[in-house]
């Protein structure tokens, strides 16, 4: 069992910056593809981005490319969402999530392991 717990969400104006942090407990996620999801009120939940194990691959939804930078550190076993240049349109819940699959994949039915979720608010 994987138990991941995400922080760092909170209410921002446009245009500014916010850093998610997700801690996995339990077990180590070293083998793990981890992503990031959002969602907002009256939405399906949205794929944001993801990372593979080694940290060495990652990829985004269109809508956050260029902004965001989704990052891991192993040894800390922990994925961070940096997000820059945040738009009102970015609020939402924020969930990290962890993925036995190898290949990238931006399907929330291939992720394992959720986390409780952090809000972000960006006003305008």
């Known amino acids: 069992q994987v138990q991941l717990v995400e922080s760092g969400g909170g209410l921002v104006q446009a245009g500014g910056s916010l850093r998610l942090s997700c801690a996995a407990s339990g077990r180590t996620i070293f083998t793990y593809r981890m992503g990031w999801f959002r969602q907002a009120p009256g939405k399906e939940r949205e794929f944001v981005a993801t990372i593979n194990w080694s940290g060495t691959s990652t990829d985004y939804a269109d809508s956050v490319k260029g902004r965001f930078t989704i990052s891991r550190d192993n040894a800390k076993n922990t994925v ?45």
């Open 80 to 124: 961070y969402l940096q997000m820059n240049s945040l738009k009102p349109e970015d609020t939402a819940v924020y969930y990290c999530a962890a993925s036995a699959q190898y290949v990238v994949t931006s399907n929330d039915s291939d992720y394992d392991y959720w986390g409780q979720g952090t809000q972000v608010t960006v006003s305008s």
